[in-house]
Protein backbone atom coordinates (compact mmCIF):
# COMPACT_ATOMS: atom_id res chain seq x y z
CA UNK A 1 0.00 0.00 0.00
CA UNK A 2 1.09 3.61 -1.11
CA UNK A 3 2.26 5.71 2.15
CA UNK A 4 0.36 9.25 1.98
CA UNK A 5 2.81 10.98 0.56
CA UNK A 6 4.14 8.60 -1.94
CA UNK A 7 0.34 9.17 -3.26
CA UNK A 8 0.08 12.39 -2.98
CA UNK A 9 3.99 13.08 -4.84
CA UNK A 10 2.09 10.92 -7.55
CA UNK A 11 -1.10 13.02 -7.77
CA UNK A 12 1.99 15.54 -8.16
CA UNK A 13 3.49 14.09 -11.03
CA UNK A 14 0.31 13.20 -12.78
CA UNK A 15 -0.37 17.02 -12.45
CA UNK A 16 2.96 17.51 -14.13
CA UNK A 17 2.50 15.71 -16.57
CA UNK A 18 -0.64 16.97 -17.64
CA UNK A 19 0.89 20.04 -18.21
CA UNK A 20 3.47 18.56 -20.34
CA UNK A 21 0.92 16.83 -22.45
CA UNK A 22 -0.84 20.43 -22.43
CA UNK A 23 2.13 21.94 -24.03
CA UNK A 24 2.76 19.03 -26.48
CA UNK A 25 -1.03 19.77 -27.42
CA UNK A 26 -0.75 23.35 -27.74
CA UNK A 27 2.76 23.07 -29.93
CA UNK A 28 1.24 20.34 -32.25
CA UNK A 29 -1.83 23.12 -32.96
CA UNK A 30 0.94 25.38 -34.15
CA UNK A 31 3.17 23.20 -36.29
CA UNK A 32 -0.43 22.43 -37.81
CA UNK A 33 -0.89 26.08 -38.10
CA UNK A 34 2.38 26.30 -40.30
CA UNK A 35 1.02 23.21 -42.17
CA UNK A 36 -1.71 25.21 -43.65
CA UNK A 37 0.02 27.79 -44.16
CA UNK A 38 2.61 25.75 -46.18
CA UNK A 39 -0.18 23.53 -47.96
CA UNK A 40 -3.09 25.43 -48.15
CA UNK A 41 -4.95 22.38 -46.40
CA UNK A 42 -8.01 23.95 -44.58
CA UNK A 43 -8.60 20.14 -43.64
CA UNK A 44 -5.96 20.90 -41.00
CA UNK A 45 -7.44 24.39 -39.58
CA UNK A 46 -10.57 22.68 -38.73
CA UNK A 47 -7.94 19.70 -37.11
CA UNK A 48 -6.21 22.75 -35.12
CA UNK A 49 -9.89 23.90 -33.99
CA UNK A 50 -11.00 20.46 -32.93
CA UNK A 51 -7.89 19.86 -30.87
CA UNK A 52 -8.66 22.79 -29.07
CA UNK A 53 -11.49 20.86 -27.19
CA UNK A 54 -8.57 18.56 -26.44
CA UNK A 55 -6.48 21.18 -25.01
CA UNK A 56 -9.31 23.07 -22.96
CA UNK A 57 -10.30 19.94 -21.47
CA UNK A 58 -6.74 19.26 -20.49
CA UNK A 59 -6.94 22.52 -18.66
CA UNK A 60 -9.84 22.14 -16.49
CA UNK A 61 -8.90 18.70 -15.91
CA UNK A 62 -5.27 20.05 -14.68
CA UNK A 63 -7.53 22.44 -12.21
CA UNK A 64 -10.10 20.26 -10.67
CA UNK A 65 -7.04 17.94 -10.14
CA UNK A 66 -5.45 21.23 -8.48
CA UNK A 67 -7.88 21.83 -6.47
CA UNK A 68 -8.66 18.86 -5.03
CA UNK A 69 -4.97 18.05 -3.90
CA UNK A 70 -5.10 21.62 -2.23
CA UNK A 71 -8.73 20.46 -0.71
CA UNK A 72 -6.94 17.05 0.46
CA UNK A 73 -3.58 18.00 1.07
CA UNK A 74 -3.35 21.41 2.26
CA UNK A 75 0.19 21.40 0.77
CA UNK A 76 3.23 24.01 1.59
CA UNK A 77 6.14 25.04 0.50
CA UNK A 78 7.63 23.86 -3.11
CA UNK A 79 4.23 21.33 -3.41
CA UNK A 80 2.16 23.99 -2.84
CA UNK A 81 4.20 26.08 -5.90
CA UNK A 82 3.95 23.21 -7.88
CA UNK A 83 0.15 23.03 -7.80
CA UNK A 84 -0.09 26.63 -8.30
CA UNK A 85 2.35 26.75 -10.97
CA UNK A 86 0.84 24.35 -13.05
CA UNK A 87 -2.68 26.03 -12.71
CA UNK A 88 -1.33 29.24 -13.94
CA UNK A 89 1.14 27.66 -16.79
CA UNK A 90 -1.68 25.72 -18.08
CA UNK A 91 -4.16 29.06 -18.16
CA UNK A 92 -1.03 30.59 -20.34
CA UNK A 93 -1.32 27.89 -22.64
CA UNK A 94 -4.76 27.44 -23.05
CA UNK A 95 -4.93 31.16 -24.12
CA UNK A 96 -1.74 30.31 -26.81
CA UNK A 97 -3.92 27.24 -28.17
CA UNK A 98 -6.83 30.33 -28.41
CA UNK A 99 -4.74 32.33 -31.01
CA UNK A 100 -3.65 29.31 -32.90
CA UNK A 101 -7.53 28.58 -33.02
CA UNK A 102 -8.44 32.57 -34.17
CA UNK A 103 -5.59 32.28 -37.12
CA UNK A 104 -6.87 29.04 -38.31
CA UNK A 105 -10.69 30.35 -37.92
CA UNK A 106 -9.36 33.54 -40.02
CA UNK A 107 -7.99 30.88 -42.81
CA UNK A 108 -11.64 28.71 -42.57
CA UNK A 109 -13.18 32.03 -43.21
CA UNK A 110 -10.83 34.15 -45.86
CA UNK A 111 -11.31 34.93 -49.03
CA UNK A 112 -8.25 36.31 -49.71
CA UNK A 113 -5.34 33.60 -51.25
CA UNK A 114 -2.91 34.41 -48.22
CA UNK A 115 -0.45 34.79 -50.09
CA UNK A 116 1.16 37.80 -48.53
CA UNK A 117 0.29 36.95 -45.26
CA UNK A 118 1.20 33.11 -45.08
CA UNK A 119 4.54 34.15 -45.59
CA UNK A 120 4.82 36.24 -41.90
CA UNK A 121 2.67 33.65 -40.08
CA UNK A 122 5.26 30.72 -41.13
CA UNK A 123 7.96 33.31 -39.81
CA UNK A 124 6.74 34.25 -36.35
CA UNK A 125 4.93 30.92 -36.30
CA UNK A 126 8.13 29.03 -36.27
CA UNK A 127 9.92 31.26 -34.00
CA UNK A 128 7.16 30.92 -31.22
CA UNK A 129 7.22 27.17 -31.97
CA UNK A 130 10.83 27.05 -30.92
CA UNK A 131 9.99 29.26 -27.39
CA UNK A 132 7.06 27.10 -26.28
CA UNK A 133 9.40 24.01 -27.09
CA UNK A 134 11.74 25.85 -25.17
CA UNK A 135 9.82 26.53 -22.36
CA UNK A 136 8.18 23.25 -22.28
CA UNK A 137 11.86 21.84 -21.60
CA UNK A 138 12.20 24.55 -18.93
CA UNK A 139 9.44 23.73 -17.05
CA UNK A 140 10.09 19.71 -17.24
CA UNK A 141 13.98 20.12 -16.04
CA UNK A 142 12.63 22.93 -13.55
CA UNK A 143 15.64 24.94 -15.18
CA UNK A 144 15.63 28.73 -14.53
CA UNK A 145 18.47 29.36 -17.27
CA UNK A 146 16.85 28.00 -19.90
CA UNK A 147 13.35 29.71 -19.18
CA UNK A 148 15.10 33.21 -19.13
CA UNK A 149 16.88 32.69 -22.26
CA UNK A 150 13.12 31.48 -23.64
CA UNK A 151 12.52 35.04 -22.46
CA UNK A 152 15.09 36.68 -24.55
CA UNK A 153 13.51 35.03 -27.76
CA UNK A 154 10.26 36.48 -27.26
CA UNK A 155 12.18 39.92 -27.34
CA UNK A 156 13.53 38.71 -31.01
CA UNK A 157 9.92 37.78 -31.66
CA UNK A 158 8.37 41.18 -30.99
CA UNK A 159 11.30 42.68 -33.18
CA UNK A 160 10.47 40.14 -36.17
CA UNK A 161 6.77 41.15 -35.44
CA UNK A 162 7.53 44.83 -36.17
CA UNK A 163 9.34 44.54 -39.38
CA UNK A 164 6.41 42.38 -40.56
CA UNK A 165 3.88 45.22 -39.24
CA UNK A 166 6.01 47.66 -41.32
CA UNK A 167 5.87 45.16 -44.42
CA UNK A 168 2.23 44.37 -43.72
CA UNK A 169 1.52 48.52 -43.57
CA UNK A 170 3.62 49.31 -46.22
CA UNK A 171 1.81 46.58 -48.90
CA UNK A 172 -1.16 48.14 -47.59
CA UNK A 173 -0.21 51.54 -48.53
CA UNK A 174 0.95 50.69 -51.61
CA UNK A 175 -0.74 47.40 -53.68
CA UNK A 176 -4.01 47.20 -54.94
CA UNK A 177 -7.60 47.15 -52.52
CA UNK A 178 -7.58 43.10 -52.27
CA UNK A 179 -4.20 43.21 -51.39
CA UNK A 180 -4.27 45.63 -48.83
CA UNK A 181 -7.35 44.29 -47.01
CA UNK A 182 -5.41 41.05 -46.67
CA UNK A 183 -2.46 43.19 -45.11
CA UNK A 184 -5.15 44.90 -42.97
CA UNK A 185 -6.54 41.40 -41.83
CA UNK A 186 -2.83 40.08 -41.66
CA UNK A 187 -1.77 42.86 -39.12
CA UNK A 188 -4.85 41.61 -36.84
CA UNK A 189 -3.78 37.93 -37.57
CA UNK A 190 0.30 38.13 -36.93
CA UNK A 191 -0.82 39.75 -33.55
CA UNK A 192 -2.24 36.62 -32.21
CA UNK A 193 1.30 35.32 -32.69
CA UNK A 194 3.02 38.00 -30.87
CA UNK A 195 0.63 37.49 -27.74
CA UNK A 196 1.23 33.92 -27.52
CA UNK A 197 4.75 34.98 -27.38
CA UNK A 198 3.71 37.05 -24.44
CA UNK A 199 2.37 34.24 -22.57
CA UNK A 200 4.91 32.13 -22.88
CA UNK A 201 7.25 34.62 -20.75
CA UNK A 202 4.22 34.63 -18.17
CA UNK A 203 5.35 30.81 -18.09
CA UNK A 204 9.09 31.64 -17.71
CA UNK A 205 8.22 34.04 -14.91
CA UNK A 206 6.00 30.79 -12.92
CA UNK A 207 9.08 28.04 -13.73
CA UNK A 208 11.25 30.82 -11.74
CA UNK A 209 8.55 30.96 -9.14
CA UNK A 210 8.47 27.42 -9.13
CA UNK A 211 12.06 27.01 -8.61
CA UNK A 212 13.03 28.89 -5.87
CA UNK A 213 9.64 30.94 -4.64
CA UNK A 214 10.76 34.03 -6.35
CA UNK A 215 8.15 36.46 -8.44
CA UNK A 216 9.73 38.01 -11.08
CA UNK A 217 8.49 40.72 -13.83
CA UNK A 218 9.64 39.24 -17.06
CA UNK A 219 7.56 41.19 -19.55
CA UNK B 1 13.86 47.01 15.39
CA UNK B 2 11.19 44.43 16.42
CA UNK B 3 10.04 45.05 20.30
CA UNK B 4 11.05 41.75 21.91
CA UNK B 5 9.40 40.15 25.19
CA UNK B 6 12.03 37.43 25.08
CA UNK B 7 15.42 37.38 23.84
CA UNK B 8 17.10 34.12 23.81
CA UNK B 9 20.76 33.78 23.67
CA UNK B 10 23.25 30.35 22.89
CA UNK B 11 20.46 28.13 24.60
CA UNK B 12 21.36 24.70 25.73
CA UNK B 13 19.57 22.63 27.67
CA UNK B 14 20.47 19.08 29.09
CA UNK B 15 19.12 16.18 30.88
CA UNK B 16 21.61 15.10 32.65
CA UNK B 17 23.88 13.70 30.15
CA UNK B 18 21.25 13.99 27.09
CA UNK B 19 21.34 17.91 25.48
CA UNK B 20 17.47 18.43 24.56
CA UNK B 21 18.43 22.13 23.19
CA UNK B 22 21.35 23.10 21.54
CA UNK B 23 22.46 26.64 20.75
CA UNK B 24 19.48 28.19 20.73
CA UNK B 25 19.02 31.63 19.50
CA UNK B 26 15.62 33.31 18.95
CA UNK B 27 13.82 36.76 19.90
CA UNK B 28 9.90 36.34 20.95
CA UNK B 29 8.17 39.26 19.04
CA UNK B 30 5.84 41.18 21.46
CA UNK B 31 1.89 40.72 20.30
CA UNK B 32 2.67 38.19 18.32
CA UNK B 33 1.74 34.47 18.07
CA UNK B 34 4.94 32.34 17.50
CA UNK B 35 4.45 28.67 16.68
CA UNK B 36 6.84 25.78 17.79
CA UNK B 37 6.99 23.06 15.05
CA UNK B 38 9.15 19.90 14.69
CA UNK B 39 8.95 16.10 15.10
CA UNK B 40 8.42 14.73 18.38
CA UNK B 41 11.25 14.60 20.60
CA UNK B 42 12.92 17.68 18.89
CA UNK B 43 12.82 19.83 21.89
CA UNK B 44 10.21 22.45 21.16
CA UNK B 45 7.99 21.37 24.34
CA UNK B 46 11.24 21.63 26.10
CA UNK B 47 12.20 25.13 24.94
CA UNK B 48 8.79 25.83 25.89
CA UNK B 49 9.09 24.96 28.93
CA UNK B 50 12.47 26.68 29.73
CA UNK B 51 10.61 29.70 29.10
CA UNK B 52 9.07 29.78 32.53
CA UNK B 53 11.13 27.68 34.25
CA UNK B 54 8.84 24.47 34.54
CA UNK B 55 12.13 22.85 33.49
CA UNK B 56 13.20 23.82 37.24
CA UNK B 57 10.64 20.64 38.18
CA UNK B 58 12.93 18.12 36.69
CA UNK B 59 15.96 17.93 38.82
CA UNK B 60 18.24 16.77 36.22
CA UNK B 61 17.51 19.30 34.07
CA UNK B 62 19.96 22.43 33.99
CA UNK B 63 21.09 24.99 31.04
CA UNK B 64 24.11 27.46 30.21
CA UNK B 65 22.95 30.47 28.03
CA UNK B 66 20.66 32.70 28.92
CA UNK B 67 16.70 33.57 28.53
CA UNK B 68 15.97 37.71 28.79
CA UNK B 69 12.76 38.11 29.68
CA UNK B 70 12.37 42.15 29.50
CA UNK B 71 15.80 42.50 29.43
CA UNK B 72 16.56 40.65 32.78
CA UNK B 73 17.78 36.89 32.71
CA UNK B 74 15.32 34.64 34.16
CA UNK B 75 18.24 32.05 35.10
CA UNK B 76 20.06 34.44 37.29
CA UNK B 77 20.26 33.50 40.65
CA UNK B 78 17.79 35.22 42.51
CA UNK B 79 15.05 35.82 39.58
CA UNK B 80 11.36 35.94 41.27
CA UNK B 81 10.11 32.90 39.52
CA UNK B 82 6.80 33.56 40.99
CA UNK B 83 6.45 36.25 39.23
CA UNK B 84 7.91 35.72 36.23
CA UNK B 85 5.10 32.43 35.84
CA UNK B 86 2.43 35.26 36.54
CA UNK B 87 4.07 37.11 33.76
CA UNK B 88 4.31 33.65 31.57
CA UNK B 89 1.61 32.02 31.88
CA UNK B 90 0.79 28.49 30.74
CA UNK B 91 -2.02 26.30 28.77
CA UNK B 92 -1.13 22.32 28.30
CA UNK B 93 -2.24 20.00 26.12
CA UNK B 94 -4.76 17.92 28.13
CA UNK B 95 -7.27 20.58 29.78
CA UNK B 96 -6.45 20.41 33.52
CA UNK B 97 -8.97 22.76 35.14
CA UNK B 98 -9.08 22.42 39.47
CA UNK B 99 -12.10 19.74 40.53
CA UNK B 100 -13.43 22.50 41.87
CA UNK B 101 -15.78 25.68 40.69
CA UNK B 102 -15.49 27.31 37.14
CA UNK B 103 -15.57 30.88 39.29
CA UNK B 104 -13.10 29.25 41.47
CA UNK B 105 -11.33 27.86 38.98
CA UNK B 106 -10.38 31.48 37.36
CA UNK B 107 -10.53 33.04 40.76
CA UNK B 108 -8.09 30.80 42.33
CA UNK B 109 -4.17 32.66 40.76
CA UNK B 110 -5.78 36.37 41.78
CA UNK B 111 -6.85 34.72 45.62
CA UNK B 112 -3.06 33.60 45.78
CA UNK B 113 -2.09 36.61 44.98
CA UNK B 114 -4.50 38.51 47.98
CA UNK B 115 -6.68 39.35 46.31
CA UNK B 116 -10.31 38.55 48.99
CA UNK B 117 -12.36 41.41 47.66
CA UNK B 118 -15.32 39.76 46.06
CA UNK B 119 -15.93 42.66 43.90
CA UNK B 120 -13.07 42.83 42.36
CA UNK B 121 -13.00 38.73 42.42
CA UNK B 122 -15.81 38.89 40.03
CA UNK B 123 -14.85 41.34 37.76
CA UNK B 124 -11.68 39.55 37.14
CA UNK B 125 -13.22 36.07 36.57
CA UNK B 126 -16.01 37.89 34.40
CA UNK B 127 -13.57 39.96 32.12
CA UNK B 128 -11.23 36.82 32.32
CA UNK B 129 -14.02 34.33 31.37
CA UNK B 130 -14.82 36.86 28.67
CA UNK B 131 -11.57 37.30 27.03
CA UNK B 132 -11.56 33.61 26.65
CA UNK B 133 -14.75 33.17 24.86
CA UNK B 134 -16.45 31.07 27.49
CA UNK B 135 -18.14 33.51 29.35
CA UNK B 136 -21.69 33.64 27.44
CA UNK B 137 -21.57 29.44 27.50
CA UNK B 138 -21.04 29.37 31.15
CA UNK B 139 -22.35 32.80 32.74
CA UNK B 140 -25.47 31.13 34.34
CA UNK B 141 -23.43 27.63 35.65
CA UNK B 142 -20.77 29.44 37.18
CA UNK B 143 -20.48 27.98 40.25
CA UNK B 144 -20.78 24.37 38.43
CA UNK B 145 -18.35 21.68 38.80
CA UNK B 146 -15.55 22.90 35.71
CA UNK B 147 -15.16 19.02 35.32
CA UNK B 148 -18.67 19.07 33.55
CA UNK B 149 -17.76 20.81 30.83
CA UNK B 150 -16.76 19.53 27.50
CA UNK B 151 -13.13 19.79 26.58
CA UNK B 152 -13.17 22.43 24.54
CA UNK B 153 -15.09 24.67 27.14
CA UNK B 154 -12.44 22.74 29.83
CA UNK B 155 -9.26 24.66 27.68
CA UNK B 156 -11.11 27.81 27.01
CA UNK B 157 -11.57 27.66 30.88
CA UNK B 158 -7.56 26.85 31.43
CA UNK B 159 -6.67 29.89 29.10
CA UNK B 160 -9.62 32.22 31.26
CA UNK B 161 -7.26 30.70 34.41
CA UNK B 162 -4.38 31.83 32.88
CA UNK B 163 -5.60 35.48 31.61
CA UNK B 164 -6.70 35.59 35.30
CA UNK B 165 -3.13 36.73 36.25
CA UNK B 166 -2.93 39.46 33.81
CA UNK B 167 0.42 37.92 32.01
CA UNK B 168 2.04 39.09 29.27
CA UNK B 169 3.02 35.91 27.78
CA UNK B 170 0.91 32.76 27.49
CA UNK B 171 2.37 29.68 26.87
CA UNK B 172 0.69 26.63 24.99
CA UNK B 173 1.51 23.44 24.77
CA UNK B 174 -0.29 21.55 21.99
CA UNK B 175 -3.16 23.26 23.30
CA UNK B 176 -5.98 22.09 20.81
CA UNK B 177 -4.51 17.98 20.00
CA UNK B 178 -7.05 16.79 22.61
CA UNK B 179 -9.99 19.00 21.67
CA UNK B 180 -12.38 18.08 18.26
CA UNK B 181 -12.42 20.12 15.00
CA UNK B 182 -15.06 22.56 16.20
CA UNK B 183 -13.39 23.43 19.80
CA UNK B 184 -9.98 24.18 18.19
CA UNK B 185 -11.64 26.42 15.61
CA UNK B 186 -12.70 28.21 18.72
CA UNK B 187 -9.21 27.95 20.29
CA UNK B 188 -7.93 28.95 17.69
CA UNK B 189 -10.03 31.91 16.86
CA UNK B 190 -9.70 33.20 20.20
CA UNK B 191 -5.95 32.87 19.90
CA UNK B 192 -6.56 35.48 17.37
CA UNK B 193 -8.26 37.50 19.57
CA UNK B 194 -5.71 37.06 22.13
CA UNK B 195 -2.70 38.23 20.58
CA UNK B 196 -3.80 41.89 21.01
CA UNK B 197 -3.23 41.92 24.67
CA UNK B 198 -0.64 38.89 24.77
CA UNK B 199 2.19 37.28 23.31
CA UNK B 200 1.77 33.91 22.64
CA UNK B 201 4.19 31.01 22.25
CA UNK B 202 2.64 27.62 20.93
CA UNK B 203 3.77 24.28 20.43
CA UNK B 204 1.75 22.16 18.02
CA UNK B 205 2.20 19.30 15.76
CA UNK B 206 -0.67 21.04 13.53
CA UNK B 207 1.32 22.22 10.63
CA UNK B 208 -1.93 24.11 9.12
CA UNK B 209 -2.64 25.50 13.11
CA UNK B 210 0.76 26.63 13.05
CA UNK B 211 0.31 28.47 9.45
CA UNK B 212 -3.24 29.44 10.17
CA UNK B 213 -2.54 31.14 13.10
CA UNK B 214 1.18 32.01 13.90
CA UNK B 215 3.17 35.27 12.82
CA UNK B 216 6.25 33.58 13.43
CA UNK B 217 7.44 29.94 12.87
CA UNK B 218 10.54 28.01 14.23
CA UNK B 219 11.32 25.10 13.27
CA UNK B 220 13.24 22.33 15.57
CA UNK B 221 14.97 19.18 14.44
CA UNK B 222 17.14 17.12 16.79
CA UNK B 223 17.48 20.18 19.33
CA UNK B 224 18.50 22.53 17.45
CA UNK B 225 16.71 25.50 15.83
CA UNK B 226 16.81 25.13 12.00
CA UNK B 227 14.93 27.53 10.79
CA UNK B 228 12.68 30.75 12.42
CA UNK B 229 10.92 33.07 10.13
CA UNK B 230 7.67 34.83 9.41
CA UNK B 231 5.00 32.18 8.91
CA UNK B 232 4.30 32.93 5.29
CA UNK B 233 7.74 32.27 4.14
CA UNK B 234 8.19 29.39 6.01
CA UNK B 235 5.21 27.87 4.79
CA UNK B 236 5.37 29.33 1.37
CA UNK B 237 9.31 29.54 0.76
CA UNK B 238 11.11 27.51 3.46
CA UNK B 239 15.04 28.55 3.50
CA UNK B 240 16.14 25.20 4.59
CA UNK B 241 15.93 22.01 2.98
CA UNK B 242 14.97 20.24 6.09
CA UNK B 243 12.26 22.55 6.76
CA UNK B 244 11.05 22.09 3.71
CA UNK B 245 11.07 18.92 3.84
CA UNK B 246 9.76 18.23 7.04
CA UNK B 247 6.48 20.62 6.33
CA UNK B 248 6.01 18.83 3.14
CA UNK B 249 5.54 15.40 4.99
CA UNK B 250 8.97 14.02 3.70
CA UNK B 251 10.07 13.07 6.76
CA UNK B 252 9.06 13.16 10.50
Redesign the interface.
Known amino acids: MLSNRKRFVNELEDLNNKVLDMGSEVIESFNNLIKVCETGDLEIAKEIIENDKMINEIEVSINVDGYLIIARQCPVASDLRRIITALKISNDLERIADYAVNIAKYFLKTKHDNSIVVESIIFLGKHLIKMLEGIMEAFDKEDIELALLINEQDEVLDDVYKEEVKKLINIGKTSTDEESEEAIRGLLVIKQIERAGDHVTNVAENIIYLVNGKRVELN | MINKVFEINNLDLFYGDFQALKGINIDIENNKVTALIGPSGCGKSTFLRSLNRMNDLIDICHITGNIEFEEMDIYESGYDVINLRTKVGMVFQKPNPFPMSIYDNVAYGPRCQGIKDKKVLNKIVESSLKSAAIYEEVKDRIKDNALSLSGGQQQRLCIARAIAMKPEVILMDEPTSALDPIATLKIEELINDLKDEYTIVIVTHN??QA?RISDYTAFFLMGELIEMGETNKI????THQK??DY????FG
Open positions: MQAFTQPTEITGR
